[in-house]
């Protein structure tokens, strides 16, 4: 395989009648960072899920390297009463290794995402942007080459996103893995992403893509960032009118 995800003529329809998707295609290079955007509602969430397996797409083929990828949320959703160690073991454990291996993945995992102080903590010793950075390393314990993030930074506040922002470019780069990330936020789509992938809804599919020249390390507001932002931006308002009127 020499994509790293395949998408080919992808359609999703609900039970009830909604056409999430209709005919997607998309191909993402190995070490590839995609960002995905698009109104609420285009499908964006329901592309990640058939990607990561968790809906079955009601036409066309899915292929992810690896055979799997992982999976982080919103919500870091680690469980309050393990310690912050515990938690990246949680993939480790459910694959069956060693507790000595764990205990030292998990540790090298948290040091990674620079929380190695933290291991004994319990999650609601640390702040959103440490819980968010945690989950990160948990979604690394899953070693899947390929990572869909569902908005992952959103709930964060701006200075703490843009620390993210440069925690998992680094993370990304070092360990060389294929990012599809969804995102409301054009800004920050075109910080992070190689290429930005346009969706329009009702039903979704793909109507332009980006590539986003723009030199790393990038900041979310210098001008070329915002240039191109700009540019998106001005077609996802095309494509909004075009559902109102
Ligand atoms: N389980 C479901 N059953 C029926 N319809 C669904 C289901 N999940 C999503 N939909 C519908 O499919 C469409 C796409 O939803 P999806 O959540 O994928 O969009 P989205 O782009 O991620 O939206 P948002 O940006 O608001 O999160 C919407 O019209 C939604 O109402």
């Known amino acids: 395989m020499t994509v790293a995800v395949d998408l080919r003529g992808v359609s999703k329809r609900y039970p009830g009648g909604t056409v999430a998707l209709d005919g997607v295609d998309l191909a993402v290079e190995p070490g590839e960072f995609v960002c995905l955007v698009g109104a609420s509602g285009c499908g964006k969430s329901t592309l990640l899920n058939l990607v990561a397996g968790l809906d079955s797409a009601t036409a066309g083929s899915i ?4 055979g799997r990828a992982a999976f982080m949320f919103q919500e870091p959703a680690l469980f309050p009463w393990l310690k912050v160690g515990q938690n990246v073991e949680v993939p480790l ?34 702040s959103g942007g440490m819980r968010q950075r945690v989950a990160l390393a948990r979604t690394l314990a899953h070693d899947a080459r390929v990572l869909l993030m569902d908005e992952p930074f959103a709930a964060l506040d701006a200075m703490t996103r843009d620390a993210l922002h440069d ?3 680094r993370v990304w780069l070092e360990r060389n893995l294929t990012v599809l990330f969804v995102t409301h936020n054009v800004s920050e789509a075109v910080r992070l992403g190689d290429r930005v992938i346009l969706l329009a809804s009702r039903p979704g599919r793909v109507i332009e893509e980006f590539e986003v020249e723009a030199p790393r390390p990038r900041r979310l507001d210098s001008p070329d960032v915002a240039a191109l932002a700009g540019r998106v931006t001005e077609r996802l308002k095309e494509e909004v009118r075009r559902h109102v009127h």
């Open 63 to 66: 292929e992810v390297d690896g």
């Open 93 to 126: 454990k459910l694959r069956g290794v060693g507790r000595a291996e764990r205990r030292a993945r998990a540790a090298e995992l948290l040091q990674t995402v620079r929380l190695g102080d933290v291991v004994d903590k319990r999650p609601h010793e640390l």
């Open 167 to 169: 925690e998992l470019e």
